[in-house]
């Protein structure tokens, strides 16, 4: 079945540097790749996604990269602060079925 | 909007009891998915439905059972609770072109 596979599973980086979240998928039909954000005790948040028919899409200080070949795409921080810190989780879907298959999540901690 | 509205917020079961896990979304969307959130195992997921009268089951339906009567409500069955189902509870819904996925802010259970 689909699987998604997220790497690392816990991340610690000290403010100011960059963090990066890799996640592999199974399913070559995977065309909509989002990331969420989830806050201690909170629900989980969109904070950034990319469609298969992009390479690369930046917002601010996060962007995601996607390599459609290797079934690979990643989340990349730039200039952490201690409110990044959080659990990540990134997931896969097709267009239209709206099943979307999540990574295990990352737990990012940013170092003051 | 109240977006997507889960109750309770907290359950604690006995093993073999049933109860019913609520979620109810104002923004008309057509999909709607429950997923369990476990320590290490990120998000995964239990049923959905793409719109009223249709579901289908996810990475792990044993145990749990659905209904999608109207566009707004989706229930959560638990027919003999199981401390396995000890976990998070999210319900999601999308229905927008962009995809995204709207959490409840999520039900806690715990099966004594």
């Known amino acids: 079945g689909e699987n998604v596979e997220q790497h690392p599973s816990t991340l610690s980086v000290q403010e100011g540097d960059s963090a990066v979240i890799k996640c592999t998928y199974s399913d070559s039909a995977s065309n909509y790749f989002p990331w969420y954000k989830q806050e201690l005790g909170k629900r989980p948040q969109l904070i950034i996604d990319?469609?298969?028919?992009?390479g690369e899409k930046k917002d601010q200080r996060i962007a995601v990269t996607l390599n459609k070949t290797a079934k690979h795409f990643s989340l990349h921080i730039t200039e952490t602060q201690p409110e990044d810190s959080a659990v990540y989780f990134c997931a896969a879907s097709r267009s239209g079925t709206y099943k979307y298959i999540f990574g295990t999540g990352t737990r990012l901690k940013v170092l003051a | 909007n109240a977006g997507v509205t889960q109750t309770p917020k907290f359950q604690v079961l006995k093993t073999g009891q049933s109860m019913t896990l609520q979620c109810a979304q104002d923004?008309?969307?057509?999909?709607m998915s429950w997923y369990r959130q476990d320590p290490g195992m990120g998000l995964r997921l239990i049923h959905y439905?793409?719109?009223?009268?249709?579901?289908d089951q996810g990475e792990v339906p044993n145990g749990y059972n659905v209904s999608r009567s109207t566009t707004e409500d989706f229930p959560l069955r638990l027919l003999s609770a199981a401390p396995s189902q000890t976990s998070v509870y999210f319900c999601a819904s999308t229905g927008g072109s962009t995809g995204e996925l709207f959490f409840g802010e999520g039900s806690r259970l715990t099966v004594l």
């Open positions: 439905s793409v719109g009223a009268g249709i579901t």
């Open positions: 923004m008309n969307h057509e999909y």
């Open positions: 990319i469609r298969s028919n992009v």
